[in-house]
């Protein structure tokens, strides 16, 4: 049977449920009487605290840095953190926007695209945790300073730097040059755009889950569809 | 003149037929059509004060309601703001007469159209309503070029499930 016929059909069965579909328009009213809320206000909120979280640990960082600005390896430690601050933190805003611009309005394809883009938030930590590894070996170096500057004694034995002889930063060194580009190339190939190769759909089905997975999947498929790959 | 609240269940009324087919496209158990038709009536009332009244209703009211069902759909319920209604805000009353060929044919349909993507059962429905390339691609947000080769490809797709039928 041609669907061109079925369409004909279809039409004509519009009729019968004109009259076999009722609407119960008591219960419409108690919709119109309930308060409008968004269902996004406790993913927002998140967002929110997140955002918070990150400019506290910027703005202790850039004091850090202020401080130790002619100490060469210790403001390359806190410059390696702020950048990793700073992109979780415009990640987190990016986030924010896409919450405050959520519209059923839309199109099907901006719409349902940015309800993906909010699913796989997780996917992105993921992936900058990654990419800012080399960047971790900073912690403990300006753990080392803060307990100096503060002179804690508790904690006088923590001083990895000192016990090291130097080769502390030469670790710091060689996992930037190694572990950077890496991590480049790591962010760059786990996309949804490569959710066909096997390595990209595993590391995302373990990291961040089958919903995640899924809805990467649906993103490629909007995407797909919108600039004519099909 | 007509108070908003009133304007807005005039225009349910009107258009019911929409809500309960996509309903029927997208769940296959009666509790879940209920609870979609409920979430597609809440945002359509959540979004109807930036309805503009020159452009139409139900091209409108198709954005909104297959927006909502496709996140329905895609388990996007948990963060339900709303209390539950009891009482199905959709009733569909089955006659008690024989089934026709015709009738049968459009079970067969929507059988098949339950099986279809989430994103195909969009475009499929809005096909068959009558509804122009142009549009369709204002719904879906893809070219006309693509919902042509779209609709074409689930046409294919119809055909071989009911000549297999």
């Known amino acids: 049977m041609e669907l061109d016929e079925l369409k004909g059909m279809w039409l004509s069965n519009d009729e019968k449920l004109e009259k076999s579909v009722t609407l119960n328009e008591e219960s419409i009213e108690l919709i119109q009487a309930q308060k409008v809320t968004s269902k996004l206000v406790p993913l927002y909120r998140q967002r929110v605290i997140e955002c918070i979280f990150h400019s506290f640990a910027i703005v202790l960082l850039i004091g850090f840095l202020f401080k130790n600005i002619t100490e060469f390896p210790y403001a390359i430690s806190a410059i390696a953190l702020l950048a990793f601050y700073i992109t979780t933190f415009i990640n987190a805003i990016k986030q924010i926007n896409l919450i405050k611009n959520m519209d059923f309005n839309k199109d099907l394809a901006t719409m349902q695209s940015s309800l993906v883009m909010l699913q796989t938030h997780i996917i992105n930590y993921a992936k900058l945790t990654i990419l800012f590894i080399p960047t971790f070996l900073a912690y403990p170096t300006i753990l080392t300073k803060v307990i100096k500057d503060f002179d804690i004694k508790a904690l006088a034995d923590f001083d990895i730097i000192a016990k090291s002889n130097g080769s502390w930063w030469t670790l710091e060194l060689v996992a930037l040059i190694v572990l950077v580009p890496l991590g480049i190339w790591f962010y760059k190939e786990v996309t949804y755009k490569n959710m066909d190769k096997k390595w990209v759909k595993n590391f995302i089905q373990k990291s961040s889950g089958t919903r995640v997975t899924k809805a990467l999947e649906f993103l490629k498929e909007l995407q797909d569809l919108k600039h004519e790959i099909i | 003149m007509m108070r908003k609240d009133q304007e807005f269940t005039r225009l349910i009324r009107e258009n019911k037929r929409i809500i309960y087919k996509i309903c029927n496209a997208y769940c296959s158990s009666k509790d879940d059509r209920d609870d ?81 993507k989430e994103i195909d059962k969009a475009i499929i429905l809005l096909y068959l309503d009558n509804k122009s390339h142009r549009e369709i691609a204002e719904i879906t947000g893809f070219t006309e070029t693509n919902v042509a080769t779209k609709i074409n490809r689930i046409k294919d797709k119809l055909r071989t499930n009911f000549s297999n039928k």
Do not use: C
């Open chain 2, 36 to 116: 979609l038709a409920q979430e597609i009536i809440y945002n359509l009332w959540k979004s109807f004060s930036s309805f503009n009244p020159e452009l139409k209703f139900s091209t409108w009211m198709y954005r909104i309601a297959l927006n909502v069902a496709i996140s329905f759909y895609r388990r996007e319920k948990k963060f339900k703001n709303h209390d539950p209604i009891s009482e199905g805000l959709i009733v569909f009353e089955e006659t008690s007469a024989g089934k026709n060929e015709v009738e049968n044919n459009i079970r067969l349909l929507q059988d098949f159209i339950n099986e279809l």
